[in-house]
């Protein structure tokens, strides 16, 4: 475990690396099985992909002009050496194999790229675009990060995902035969679950060894299903002091060596109806060190040593 209340990314990538490594986040173009009409087109209640992926309210430019902008931002702003393309916006592996190579392929072109990382559904992955993924192992650090959200099979049909928390499972083990580091998404304050129910899901993914994770607390963006349910009074978000107890507990479940990617929300305020406090992210964060820092507590302290 780290020096630190919780495992940071940016920790765990400067051990890796030895220097400040920066992400950087693009839309390479792909859709959503939620979205298309495959599944459904409504998508999740609580989605717009423009509240939280960058590349998807500016004109569409190429992967190549977006990984080329987003090294000079992580240079001048953050003093980043080295890098890792996000392949952010959607679903990262819902196209045929050549035109996902053609698309991953581009990273190749870059000498301070150090890693790659796919964000995804678990159920738009077999095992032929996991050989993909774990091809660019030899040469990159290499992530799939899975959109779970929750365990509770109840949520998923609320919350309009179209997945199971089965199909979870079969993703993580399909990943878990490679050289590829996992990364699930959970949304906590999601609709009609307890705090107990939230907690299950920190338990579930700590029996599974789950590499890293991405907390947000759910928020109600514009033009979203969750937005007319928060209108009709059917939907309540979280308070701040309510969300940074529940994901200090969070944390306290998951294993020491599992890295935290994310532990709140972006939100552009052009989008964000509620909860307000979304927009302050370092009041966030450092609410949640100070709970820890209270409690005497820190990652991993209830984490079940079977995990």
Same mark, same amino acid.
């Given at each position: 475990?780290?020096?630190?209340?919780?495992?940071?990314?940016?920790?765990?990538?400067?051990?890796?690396?030895?220097?400040?490594?920066?992400?950087?986040?693009?839309?390479?173009?792909?859709?959503?099985?939620?979205?298309?009409?495959?599944?459904?087109?409504?998508?999740?209640?609580?989605?717009?992909?423009?509240?939280?992926?960058?590349?998807?309210?500016?004109?569409?430019?190429?992967?190549?002009?977006?990984?080329?902008?987003?090294?000079?931002?992580?240079?001048?702003?953050?003093?980043?050496?080295?890098?890792?393309?996000?392949?952010?916006?959607?679903?990262?592996?819902? *196209?045929?194999?050549?035109?996902?190579?053609?698309?991953?392929?581009?990273?190749?072109?870059?000498?301070?790229?150090?890693?790659?990382?796919?964000?995804?559904?678990?159920?738009?992955?077999?095992?032929?675009?996991?050989?993909?993924?774990?091809?660019?192992?030899?040469?990159?650090?290499?992530?799939?990060?899975?959109?779970?959200?929750?365990?509770?099979?109840?949520?998923?049909?609320?919350?309009?995902?179209?997945?199971?928390?089965?199909?979870?499972?079969?993703?993580?083990?399909?990943?878990?035969?490679?050289?590829?580091?996992?990364?699930?998404?959970?949304?906590?304050?999601?609709?009609?679950?307890?705090?107990?129910?939230?907690?299950?899901?920190?338990?579930?993914?700590?029996?599974?060894?789950?590499?890293?994770?991405?907390?947000?607390?759910?928020?109600?963006?514009?033009?979203?299903?969750?937005?007319?349910?928060?209108?009709?009074?059917?939907?309540?978000?979280?308070?701040?002091?309510?969300?940074?107890?529940? *994901?200090?507990?969070?944390?306290?479940?998951?294993?020491?060596?599992?890295?935290?990617?994310?532990?709140?929300?972006?939100?552009?305020?052009?989008?964000?109806?509620?909860?307000?406090?979304?927009?302050?992210?370092?009041?966030?964060?450092?609410?949640?060190?100070?709970?820890?820092?209270?409690?005497?507590?820190?990652?991993?302290?209830?984490?079940?040593?079977?995990?």
């Amino acid at each position: 475990m780290a020096k630190e209340k919780y495992y940071k990314f940016s920790e765990y990538l400067k051990e890796r690396f030895g220097c400040r490594v920066h992400k950087v986040s693009i839309d390479a173009g792909f859709s959503c099985p939620n979205k298309d009409g495959k599944l459904s087109k409504d998508g999740c209640i609580y989605c717009d992909n423009r509240a939280f992926s960058p590349n998807t309210r500016t004109p569409k430019t190429s992967i190549e002009t977006q990984i080329e902008s987003g090294i000079k931002i992580g240079r001048e702003r953050y003093g980043a050496e080295k890098f890792i393309v996000y392949f952010q916006a959607y679903s990262n592996t819902y *196209a045929p194999l050549d035109i996902l190579k053609e698309r991953y392929d581009v990273v190749r072109k870059f000498k301070d790229i150090v890693g790659i990382s796919i964000g995804t559904r678990p159920d738009c992955v077999d095992e032929k675009i996991l050989d993909l993924i774990d091809s660019y192992s030899k040469d990159y650090e290499t992530w799939i990060e899975y959109g779970l959200q929750s365990i509770h099979d109840k949520t998923l049909k609320l919350i309009n995902r179209h997945h199971t928390y089965e199909d979870f499972l079969k993703a993580v083990e399909l990943a878990k035969k490679r050289n590829i580091k996992i990364c699930a998404h959970i949304i906590i304050g999601l609709p009609n679950e307890t705090k107990e129910e939230m907690l299950e899901t920190a338990k579930a993914l700590a029996h599974l060894k789950i590499d890293g994770v991405k907390i947000h607390p759910l928020h109600i963006v514009k033009g979203t299903k969750l937005e007319e349910l928060f209108k009709k009074g059917k939907y309540k978000p979280l308070e701040l002091d309510e969300y940074v107890n529940i *994901a200090t507990e969070f944390l306290e479940y998951l294993p020491s060596t599992t890295v935290i990617q994310r532990l709140t929300a972006d939100c552009p305020k052009e989008f964000l109806v509620a909860p307000l406090w979304i927009l302050e992210k370092n009041k966030v964060l450092n609410l949640i060190e100070k709970k820890l820092a209270e409690k005497g507590t820190h990652q991993g302290i209830l984490c079940p040593a079977k995990a």
